[in-house]
Nanobody, 125 residues
Framework: QVHLVESGGGLVQAGGSLRLSCAAS????????VGWFRQAPGKERDFVAA????????HYADSVKGRFTISRDNARNTVYLQMNSLKAEDTAAYYC??????????????????WGQGTQVTVSS
């Protein structure tokens, strides 16, 4: 069992930065791949970024590539999403999710076994 809690969301001006954290409990977290997804009002939940268990492999959606960075600290059971050069279109609820298959970095929601409750990011233009 893995329990995930996101934090770090808030209101920021366009061009600003935020760092989201995904803190996990559960002894298997360090062996999980972790993904970040986001959902804007009235839209589907979309893939943002993912990282494998060791941090050696990452993948990003084209819309955030070069602006967002995913990383992890397994000693702290935490995964981070550093978001720079934020745009109004980045406004959404951001969710982290854990994938018990640690060897692949996957982009589909169905691949993930555990989800957090989300943290809101609002970018004002």
């Amino acid at each position: 069992q893995v329990h995930l809690v996101e934090s770090g969301g808030g209101l920021v001006q366009a061009g600003g930065s935020l760092r989201l954290s995904c803190a996990a409990s559960g002894r298997t977290f360090s062996s999980c791949a972790v993904g970040w997804f986001r959902q804007a009002p009235g839209k589907e939940r979309d893939f943002v970024a993912a990282i494998n268990w060791s941090g050696s492999s990452t993948h990003y959606a084209d819309s955030v590539k070069g602006r967002f960075t995913i990383s992890r600290d397994n000693a702290r059971n935490t995964v981070y999403l550093q978001m720079n050069s934020l745009k109004a279109e980045d406004t959404a609820a951001y969710y982290c999710a854990a994938d018990l298959n640690s060897f692949l970095v996957r982009t589909t929601m169905s691949a993930y076994d555990y989800w957090g409750q989300g943290t809101q990011v609002t970018v004002s233009s």
